[in-house]
C-alpha cells in the first residue's frame, strides 16, 4: 500500500469501502488488459511495478562490494535490475559510495522506494536533499538555480566533513604503526642487551683471567726444580 492507498502489487485503486465483489471484479479487468490492449497492459504493468532502490552484492566471500540498483522487489537480490545506480564498498573506512545523484533522483521522484541501507546510503550523498529541493522547485518556493546552488553549498560542506574524517583516519592508522615500531624496536633492544655480556662483568673476567696466569707459571717453574733435584 503506498500514500495514495494504492495497493501497488495487484491494482491502482482506493480500497478502502470497497466491497469484496467490486474489488474482484475490478481486478479481473485490470489483469485482462494486456490482452484487451497490449500497449495498455504495458503502461499499466509500468505503473503497478513495485520499483525498489536496493543493494545488490557482488565481490569475494568475506570481501562484499555492493552495487546500488533500481529493481523490481519481485525480482531476487542478486537478480535482474533496471538501472545500476552507483557502487558501494563498506570495505575501507571511510566507506567508498559511487552513485549517480541525478538519476538516483529520478527515480525517487518516480515512485521508487529505498530500502532501509539504501535510504542512509542515498541520505549520506544528498541524493534526498535534492529530492527535496527539487519538490521545492516544483512547488513553486525558489527556482532552479536556487536549488543548484543549495545543493552545491551542501555538497561543499559534506565533503570537507568526508575529508576531515579521512584524515583523522590517516592520522589514526600512523600513530597505531608508529606504536606497533616502537614496541617491536624496544623488544628488539631489550633481546640484544640480553646476548650482550655487560662491561663490568667483562672487565671482571679479564682480571681473573690475569690473576691466573702468573700461579700457572711459578707452578711449571716448581715443576721443574723438582726435576732437576731428582736428577
Given at each position: 500500500m503506498n500514500g495514495f492507498g494504492i495497493k501497488v502489487n495487484h491494482f491502482p485503486i482506493p480500497q478502502?469501502?470497497?466491497?469484496?465483489?467490486?474489488?474482484?471484479?475490478?481486478?479481473?479487468?485490470?489483469?485482462?488488459?494486456?490482452?484487451?490492449?497490449?500497449?495498455?497492459g504495458y503502461l499499466a504493468k509500468r505503473i503497478i511495478m513495485p520499483v525498489r532502490i536496493r543493494l545488490q552484492?557482488?565481490?569475494?566471500?568475506?570481501?562484499p562490494f555492493y552495487w546500488i540498483v533500481a529493481a523490481?522487489?519481485?525480482?531476487?537480490?542478486?537478480?535482474?535490475?533496471?538501472?545500476?545506480?552507483?557502487?558501494?564498498?563498506?570495505?575501507?573506512e571511510p566507506?567508498?559510495?559511487?552513485?549517480?545523484?541525478d538519476a538516483a533522483v529520478k527515480w525517487l521522484m518516480n515512485g521508487a522506494q529505498p530500502t532501509e541501507t539504501a535510504r542512509a546510503i542515498l541520505k549520506y550523498k544528498g541524493v534526498l536533499y535534492k529530492k527535496h529541493l527539487l519538490v521545492g522547485v516544483r512547488k513553486g518556493a525558489f527556482d532552479m538555480d536556487e536549488a543548484e546552488r543549495r545543493f552545491a553549498e551542501w555538497l561543499e560542506r559534506h565533503e570537507a566533513k568526508v575529508q576531515a574524517h579521512k584524515d583523522r583516519v590517516a592520522e589514526r592508522e600512523a600513530a597505531?604503526?608508529?606504536?606497533?615500531?616502537?614496541?617491536?624496536?624496544?623488544?628488539?633492544?631489550?633481546?640484544?642487551?640480553?646476548?650482550?655480556?655487560?662491561?663490568?662483568?667483562?672487565e671482571t673476567a679479564t682480571e681473573d683471567d690475569a690473576g691466573q696466569a702468573p700461579e700457572a707459571g711459578d707452578a711449571g717453574a716448581q715443576a721443574q726444580a723438582e726435576e732437576g733435584g731428582e736428577a
Open positions: 478502502k469501502n470497497c466491497k469484496p465483489e467490486t474489488l474482484l471484479l475490478i481486478r479481473i479487468f485490470w489483469l485482462s488488459l494486456p490482452h484487451i490492449n497490449p500497449e495498455v552484492r557482488h565481490g569475494k566471500k568475506g570481501k523490481d522487489s519481485r525480482v531476487k537480490r542478486d537478480g535482474k535490475f533496471l538501472e545500476k545506480l552507483g557502487t558501494y564498498n563498506p570495505m575501507v566507506a567508498d559510495i559511487q552513485i549517480d545523484v597505531a604503526k608508529k606504536a606497533i615500531y616502537d614496541r617491536e624496536k624496544a623488544y628488539s633492544d631489550a633481546r640484544a642487551a640480553k646476548q650482550t655480556p655487560a662491561p663490568e662483568a667483562a
